[in-house]
């Protein structure tokens, strides 16, 4: 009974993995506050965010100009322009971020598409399905608050980054490992890695769960689908610029200075804090977020133990459903984890509210039971985290200077 409770929660994607009681309390809320939020008032809040958000930078500066500079998008737009113009990777010596978001937008080029529009409808859908995707994987609460908690990843769906597509095909790869149909789970989380490198995580994850079960023959075409996905992007750098690790030897020198991007747990995070030059509200933000997420991961932790223990015991609370439901995209969350908290780099620490963003449902969930779930707290939470995304994309300074004109 509870091996089938497990498989039947796992089908239906709506509860999160970790179940939590309900908090005391919860018998002063009104059933219309305590009901689950639907698809429709899921995707109005989402609008909401992306209307005050485009607002606010529309109010203070170009916003299609800060979609083709903000952050990285110069890179990945470069990179469009590279793939179009005749395969010209030699020129593209600069751009050491993956180019699975600029193979997309060139090909929405080719029909009639701008770049800077194609970047921003990729993102912006990319962001709003895997809102969608976080509702059916953990639940209607948790996606909500993984679409507006975090100011960074507003600001990539909404002015454009690698986090939202990377997410997209990343949930879907979850979604289908779920229904068990390995082999297009591991070609999305391939894809997903071309976007984004640590995606190799999902795809270890779904070759661990496969030889656990003995299941030798999924395991090979899996690697075999992931392999010819990685061949074919790997391929043009191979024949233009002769290193089909192109990118990840300029990621070594830049950002590893040469070494190994694998250190101490939280050594780089401490170091940047003793080298600190940032601004105290930067330092706040970035530590909260590490706080965040390490108390996100020991809950984690905890939780499994007990659905462990608790299967090992015959309880059904403890249906096991950690290791028999869908253990694939937990053991990425677990290793992702622990890769950032280990991460040794300049940008351990000042980027991790960025690099925490794939696994932000994981933690909501482990957190569950703290979560306020109230409109009232969800929506002035979506408005506030758009004007503070805006904000910090724009500059303080830029919007002071706007206010007194």
Partial sequence: ????SAVQ???SGVRSTFSAPIPAGSAEVTPIESKAPSVI??????LIAAVVFIFVIARFGSFWHMVETFADNKA???AAKHILRDWDLANAADIKQFWGLSYLIAGLSLFHVPLRYGFFLVCAGSSLG???LARKLWGGWIALFFAVLNITWIQASYLGGSEPLFLLLLFLSFWQSRKEHWVTAAAL????TVVRPLGFLALVGIGLTLLLRKDIKKAAACTGAAAVIGLLYLLPFWIFVHDPLFQVHHYKQEDWHGGSPVGWPFHGIV?????NREPWTNVILTTGWVVFAAAGFCAMIWKLRISTLSHQGGGRQGSGSLLSGRPAEYLFGFAYLIFLFCYDSQWARAEFPRFVIPVLPFLLASLETWLPKRRLVIYPLAVVSAVLGAA????VRNIMAGLHH
Wanted: net charge negative; glycine share 6%; aromatic share 6%.
């Fill in 9 to 11: 929660n796992s089908e």
């Fill in 271 to 275: 170091v940047s804090l003793i080298h």
């Fill in 1 to 4: 009974m509870a091996s089938a």
């Fill in 76 to 78: 990945y737009i470069g």
């Fill in 392 to 395: 910090s994309a724009l500059g």
């Fill in 41 to 46: 008032e899921s995707i109005l809040l989402w």
């Fill in 189 to 192: 989380a391939a894809l997903a």
């Fill in 130 to 132: 895997s809102m969608l």
